[in-house]
Structures are given as C-alpha cells and as structure tokens.
C-alpha cells in the first residue's frame, strides 16, 4: 500500500464529495490508517485533560477521515511517538555495551554491529518510513502553538526537534551517498549495514544519468515535504493546491520516465502507473470545484474517483503477488537445483568408490600371481602373508617395519638379473 500513498494523501483536498462515496472512502482511510497500537484510545486520556480534549479539534474535516483529528502533535503521531520514546533505549543499550566492551572481544564486536544498525541502518529506515507522520504532526502542532500545559509545552519542543530532525536527515543522508565513492563504496559490508535503506530497490550504477537513482529516496522525501505544505498552508485554496500537486506528479513522471531510477522494470513501469492514477485523481477532483461550471454530474465524478483509487489497489496487489510469486519460484528453483546437485555428487562419489573397489581387486589378485618375495629368511607370497598363512617370524627378533618402495630406474636391469621386481619389502 505504500505506493498508493501520493494518492490516498489526496483525499485531505478540501472538495466535498458525494455522499455514499465519501462514505467508502472514508472507510478505506480508516483500514489503511488503523493504528495497531489503538492509541487513540488511551493516549490522549493519558496526556490531556478532558477540558483540552473537548477544545482539541483537526484543521478540517478531510484532515479528521485521514487520522489527523487533533492539532497536538503527540496525538497525531500515536504509536510513532511510542516508536521514537523507545529509541533512548537502544542508546541505553548501545552506552552499556561499550562501557563492558573492554572485557571481552564479543561485546565489542556486538557494539559495532549495534552502533551501525542503530545509528544509521534503524534511523534511516525510521526516517523514512515515518517521514510523512512526523512532518505533517509537527507542521499542524506549530500553527497552534499552546502553553497552557506542560505537555502542551512539550508538544512545541518536540514539534521543533523533530523538523529539526528531519531536515538535518535529508542533509546527512544526501552527504552519505555523495560521499559513498570515497570511504564506503557500495559494494561493502559496512555501508550495506548502515545505509541499505537508502538505496533499497534503486539502481546502483555510477554513470552520470543513472546518478539520480542513488538520490531517489531523498528526493521522494522532499516530494513529501512539498506535498504536505501545500496541503497544510492552502487548504483553504482549493485550485492552488490541484494545480500545484498535478504539476508535481507530471514531473515526477517524466523523472521515472527519462532516468528509471529502479533496478526493477515493473518497479518503474508501476511508479509510472501510480502517478498516472495520481494525475488522473486530481483533474477528476477538478469537477468538483467550483471551477466546473455545471454540478449535475457529481455522483459520476464521485464514483470515477473510487474506480481510480481501486484501479490503482487493485494493480499494486497483482504487482504484490507477481513479486511474492517470482520470489517462490526462485526459492523453489533454488532447492530444486542444490537437490540435483547433491544427487549428481551422490552419483559421482557412488561410480569413483565402485571403480576404486574394482581397482583395488584386481590389485590383490595381481598381487596374489607375483613371484615369491624373501621375508625373514622364508620364502612366501603376497596372498599368503595377507591371509595370515606366512612364516612366523622368531620371538626374539625384532619386528621391522614393512614399507613398499619403488626402485630407481637405473637399478632396473640389476634387478632382472637376479629376478626381483620393481617392488621390495625392506
């Protein structure tokens, strides 16, 4: 669902829709925002007295049906501000694996891979998954701006501090990737583990036109700020906003277009798709304004904006099974070709122990045919001394150890004289 995300923040426009229509909308708004956490119903109750409770009010209706009901922002954020009061303990953590490090070499070692995943791979993954919540609560918290309490006051500062983030995140990451040639090219452990965010699904190449692929999350975050400050500072200029936005997503068109910034085609094929529904939402929400000079046909404008919305769902889902599919056919060829190779290595080891077992008997009846060897003074054969039958050797002599030497070429016709072969026991 996060790629019909530009499209389902279009609904907080300010545009009545028809009244069956707003209602399905609005219960699609409701799944795809659900909070698991459900702390609407026990988070305010917690902070916030009931007097502010009643006074709390969302800058509109259309931002009420998008989970923006309030103007504080420690209630529009939910269960990310549990998500980002939880990270002091990951420093907590991180604090008391480097004080202990000295002890042993493990400690250190999962403090290194802990500092890399808590300070850049969890923070960059974090900032972009919860960019848009994080910006829009604390934009909507500052244009009230309220001290009459002390998590009021609150609210203010950690308003501040998140922007504050974010911009310095967009910097900072924008500077990691600039700079990736230099210290931790993109082939290394170190800069997968920190930065894999970043750089998930786009292409890796160097070349200067597929440059714009490595900052393509990065500009996807600004599209983001962008979006929400139109729809925060114009929300009461309805035209402005529908132009603006459709100006944003035609350019994000040809970008996709010209530089396909995915490593994926169908990745870049269904960017394209979403921002077609993008552009195809707005001009059907321009019927509804009051630039459209007749009204009589609101119910069908209403339902061609549900048909695009489901238009839009419906293909990101058959891209989600083509996906899940692609990957059990790959896991599934995978088993299938390690089974065949550990079949073929059977079978290879099976012939090469059959042959050696074949080689090795006809060594013994060769070794059975060759003339008598002298050992210990009596004369016996290779078969009799194998099966136990030699000469018995004297007690009171000393046991010499019986190893099989080959005999120098220049020896070769010495021996034949005296009719020893090419092997003797010493």
């Known amino acids: 669902m996060n790629d019909m995300s530009f499209l389902m923040i279009q609904t907080m426009i300010s545009i009545n829709m028809p009244g069956i229509v707003q209602q399905i909308q609005g219960a699609m708004l409701n799944f795809i925002y659900m909070d698991l ?14 007097e502010e409770l009643e006074d709390d009010e969302g800058l509109n209706f259309y931002f009420d049906i998008n989970g923006y009901s309030s103007r504080k922002i420690m209630i529009n954020l939910g269960s990310t501000l549990i998500f980002i009061l939880l990270a002091p303990l990951g420093i907590i953590l991180y604090g008391i694996l480097k004080a202990l490090e000295r002890f ?39 244009l009230y701006l309220n001290t009459n309490s002390f998590f009021n006051s609150f609210g203010i500062f950690l308003a501040f501090s998140l922007l504050f983030i974010a911009a310095f995140s967009l910097i900072s990451f924008t500077y990691k990737i600039y700079m990736r040639d230099k210290d931790e090219p993109f082939s290394s452990l170190k800069f997968d583990i920190a930065f894999k965010p970043l750089l998930e699904g786009v292409k890796l190449n160097s070349t200067m036109k597929n440059n714009v692929a490595l900052y393509w999350n990065i500009l996807v975050l600004v599209r983001w700020v962008i979006t929400i400050l139109v729809l925060v500072f114009l929300r009461n200029h309805v035209t402005f906003q529908i132009q603006l ?10 970008l996709v277009s010209i530089f396909r910034p995915f490593a994926e085609p169908l990745d870049n094929y269904a960017s394209i798709a979403n921002e077609f529904m993008v552009t195809a939402y707005l001009y059907i929400l321009i019927g509804l304004t009051d630039m459209a000079p007749d009204h009589q046909h609101r119910e069908e404008l209403g339902f061609a904006l549900l048909g695009t919305v489901f238009m839009s769902a419906f293909a990101n889902f058959l891209k989600l099974f083509y996906v899940f599919g692609a990957m ?26 059959k042959k050696y077992t074949l080689d090795s008997n006809l ?16 004369v016996t054969s290779f078969a009799q001394f194998a099966s ?15 190893l099989t030497v080959s005999l120098p070429r ?8 005296i009719g020893i072969n090419d092997r003797v026991l010493l």
């Open 37 to 50: 956490l459900k702390t609407d119903q026990w988070l305010p109750q917690l902070l916030f007295s009931e």
């Open 104 to 142: 042993t070499k493990r400690l250190e070692r999962i403090r290194e891979k802990l500092g890399n995943s808590l300070y850049w791979n969890s923070t960059s993954r974090f900032v972009l998954q919860q960019f848009t919540p994080i910006v829009l609560s604390s934009t909507i918290n500052l």
């Open 245 to 254: 936005l459709i100006l944003v997503s035609i350019i994000v068109q040809i």
């Open 328 to 353: 059990a056919y790959q896991s599934w060829r995978i088993r299938s070709l390690k089974k065949q190779r550990q079949i073929r290595k059977e079978q290879y080891l099976n012939a090469h122990q």
């Open 363 to 378: 060594n013994i009846e060769r070794a059975g045919t060759e003339t008598p060897l002298q050992f210990d003074g009596e």
């Open 388 to 402: 136990g039958t030699a000469v018995p050797l004297k007690s009171n002599r000393r046991v010499l150890r019986i």
């Open 410 to 417: 220049e020896q070769a016709k010495e021996l034949e004289k």
